[in-house]
């Protein structure tokens, strides 16, 4: 039985170490959408290790798709456990900050999950920014800059939760991450250094400044550093739990400041 156009191209992107090859080759058949020039050149960048969320211009999230450009934080699965767990704390028209929001996956998705929020993404890395910004046009304010420092002065003391994925990778650990991500990635968006808590304890010292009085911080972290990460909300003044997800193998912290 002769190959099909979809198996054949399977075949190519298994040689080149795919691992859901038959899923990548339906993805990149829909993206050439019968232009073999386009096809030809998609698969081409997929063979060469481009991830394959650049080589699409989107990742799968929560249910949607989330525009991502070549250098910017791709969106995991895990980081869903920071959105359930965040979603249940809000309601419609509560204020939110999408810290660290990379492309803006976490802000699209409570959106979604939530309704019309009062809603701030915010990241250093302005390819980031500009990314997230296409991604929420009109449903929040995408502002660029260090952790707290370009949030709006009337979300001081009154953001409900700050919803964050921090970078929290220790820097000898990067070396070690799966190429998509250690050869595609900007490092601003992996680095946590040296324990891979840097961040955390940076929102830490700062967060109580944002959040209101019963808001909640919920922030994804490993499993491992959890119990660290945890410790140092508590040290800051908050209550905290740590919440697991095996279903998307999620980790997060939530820091709930006391009313």
Do not use: K
């Given at each position: 039985?002769?190959?099909?156009?979809r198996?054949?191209?399977?075949?190519?992107?298994?040689?080149?170490?795919?691992?859901?090859a038959?899923?990548?080759?339906?993805?990149l058949?829909?993206?050439?959408?019968?232009?073999?020039?386009?096809?030809?050149?998609?698969?081409?960048?997929?063979?060469?290790?481009?991830?394959?969320?650049?080589?699409?211009?989107?990742?799968?999230?929560?249910g949607?798709?989330?525009?991502?450009?070549?250098?910017?934080?791709?969106?995991?699965?895990?980081?869903?456990?920071?959105?359930?767990?965040?979603?249940?704390?809000?309601?419609?028209?509560?204020?939110?900050?999408?810290?660290?929001?990379?492309?803006?996956?976490?802000?699209?998705?409570?959106?979604?999950?939530?309704?019309?929020?009062?809603?701030?993404?915010?990241?250093?890395?302005?390819?980031?920014?500009?990314?997230?910004?296409?991604?929420?046009?009109?449903?929040?304010?995408?502002?660029?800059?260090?952790?707290?420092?370009?949030?709006?002065?009337?979300?001081?003391?009154?953001?409900?939760v700050?919803?964050?994925?921090?970078?929290?990778?220790p820097?000898?650990?990067?070396?070690?991450?799966?190429?998509?991500?250690?050869?595609?990635?900007?490092?601003?968006?992996?680095?946590?250094?040296?324990?891979?808590?840097?961040?955390?304890?940076?929102?830490?010292?700062?967060?109580?400044?944002?959040?209101?009085?019963?808001?909640?911080?919920?922030?994804?972290?490993?499993?491992?550093?959890?119990?660290?990460?945890?410790?140092?909300?508590?040290?800051?003044?908050?209550?905290?739990?740590?919440?697991?997800?095996?279903?998307?193998?999620?980790?997060?912290?939530?820091?709930?400041?006391?009313?």
């Open positions: 039985m002769a190959l099909t156009a198996d054949a191209l399977a075949a190519r992107l298994r040689s080149g170490g795919s691992v859901f038959e899923d990548e080759a339906d993805l058949l829909a993206a050439g959408d019968g232009d073999a020039v386009r096809l030809r050149g998609l698969v081409q960048r997929r063979l060469a290790g481009e991830p394959l969320e650049y080589v699409l211009g989107w990742a799968a999230f929560d949607h798709r989330v525009r991502v450009t070549p250098g910017v934080f791709v969106p995991r699965a895990r980081t869903r456990v920071v959105v359930t767990e965040a979603a249940r704390r809000l309601r419609r028209y509560d204020r939110v900050v999408d810290l660290c929001c990379g492309a803006g996956a976490v802000a699209m998705a409570l959106l979604e999950r939530v309704g019309a929020l009062d809603l701030v993404a915010a990241d250093i890395d302005p390819d980031a920014t500009e990314v997230a910004a296409e991604n929420l046009g009109d449903r929040g304010i995408v502002v660029t800059g260090n952790l707290f420092d370009p949030l709006p002065t009337r979300f001081r003391g009154a953001v409900d700050l919803a964050v994925n921090a970078p929290y990778v820097t000898d650990a990067i070396a070690i991450m799966p190429p998509e991500a250690r050869d595609h990635e900007h490092r601003v968006a992996l680095d946590g250094g040296a324990d891979g808590l840097d961040l955390h304890r940076r929102i830490a010292a700062g967060a109580a400044d944002w959040v209101r009085r019963g808001g909640s911080v919920v922030i994804e972290v490993s499993a491992e550093q959890a119990p660290v990460s945890a410790e140092l909300f508590r040290t800051a003044g908050f209550t905290t739990d740590v919440v697991r997800d095996d279903e998307v193998d999620g980790t997060c912290v939530v820091a709930t400041l006391p009313a």
